[in-house]
């Protein structure tokens, strides 16, 4: 079955502007979640989604949210673009959600803030 | 705020050598999970331990959840260039169960 996938790829803004990221499960799977990537601080949880709810939030300002369609896609947007936004952004996607379930990543999308 | 350690930071060996990977922490997990990210991809799940003093084998990886379940380690015996990659251990975090908690992680690179 098709895995997770996640668009764009890569993607360059700049400071002050916003963006929009996607994320498809796997087919069946309902729990989205989505992880910020960076070299400084590794990967950290942004939120979890799961039958279009928001079940868990890490520690992110305001300026990161997230939402999750009845098909379980899920977008993640950034508004006021900081240059330290700059990031491999993940998601995951699993039946039930973690940890009890086994997360599948996509391949993630590059963010380059200028 | 539960914490996961990972020890070495980074790690060149030659290969056919063996290495051991260390994942501490001062909180209790219900479970902990070893992950392996390589360049352009996302993390894939290695194994899941979930009781003390569990030991699990993938082939030439054999991971261990200490008894006290505050750390875990990966052993690699004969390790093979396909094994390169960033090893991540991560554990259910404290504040929602559906949180997840990864490691700092452990670059390591197997010269042919």
């Known amino acids: 079955k098709a895995g997770v996938t996640q668009t764009p790829r890569y993607l360059i803004k700049t400071r002050g502007q916003q963006v929009t990221l996607s994320c498809s499960p796997i087919s069946g799977h309902r729990s989205v979640s989505w992880y910020q990537q960076t070299p400084g601080q590794g990967l950290q949880f942004l939120f979890e989604?799961?039958?279009?709810?928001?079940?868990n939030k890490g520690n992110f300002p305001g300026r990161f949210s997230g939402r999750q369609f009845s098909n379980s896609r899920s977008e993640m947007n950034v508004s006021t673009l900081e240059l330290g936004d700059s990031a491999l952004y993940l998601c995951?996607?699993?039946?039930?959600?973690?940890?009890?379930?086994?997360?599948?990543f996509g391949p993630g999308t590059r963010l380059l803030v200028l | 705020t539960q914490l996961l350690e990972q020890s070495p930071q980074f790690l060149s060996i030659q290969e056919g050598e063996n290495l051991t990977v260390y994942c501490n922490s001062s909180s209790v997990f219900s479970s902990l999970q070893w992950y392996r990210q390589e360049p352009g991809e996302g993390p894939v799940l290695l194994v899941t331990v979930v009781t003390g003093g569990e030991v699990k084998k993938l082939k030439r990886l054999t991971f261990q959840f200490g008894d006290a379940r505050k750390d875990s380690s990966l052993h690699i015996t004969a390790a093979q260039p396909g094994d390169t990659g960033l090893y991540l251990c991560?554990?259910?975090?404290?504040?929602?169960?559906?949180?997840?908690?990864f490691g700092t992680g452990t670059k390591l690179q197997v010269i042919p």
């Open positions: 995951a996607s699993s039946r039930e959600g973690p940890p009890q379930e086994t997360q599948y």
């Open positions: 991560a554990g259910p975090a404290s504040g929602g169960y559906q949180k997840v908690t």
């Open positions: 989604y799961f039958s279009e709810t928001q079940r």
